[in-house]
């Protein structure tokens, strides 16, 4: 992380990893699986799931899609 990005962000990141890995799971795959869903690498699906990097809107467009959510699903409680 930057030293200049506040930790709000990480914070938010890591909500947005959690809301990710909670419907994964829901959906009985594994992060192998849904990368392949997704056609993204699985170190850039670890990588969405901690927050330890800033996931594009193009990795999380195809996450949805391989969750089968709307794109703001990833981005809000329910």
């Given at each position: ?19 990710i ?43 949805a ?14």
């Amino acid at each position: 992380m930057p030293p200049d990005e506040p930790a709000w962000v990480l914070d938010l990141r890591r909500q947005v990893g959690r809301r990710i890995r909670d419907l994964r799971t829901a959906r009985g795959l594994s992060q192998l699986s849904l990368a392949h869903l997704a056609d993204i690498s699985r170190h850039t699906m670890y990588r969405a799931e901690t927050g330890s990097h800033a996931a594009s809107i193009d990795v999380c467009i195809k996450l949805a899609a391989a969750l089968e959510v709307p794109l703001d699903r990833l981005f809000r409680d329910d």
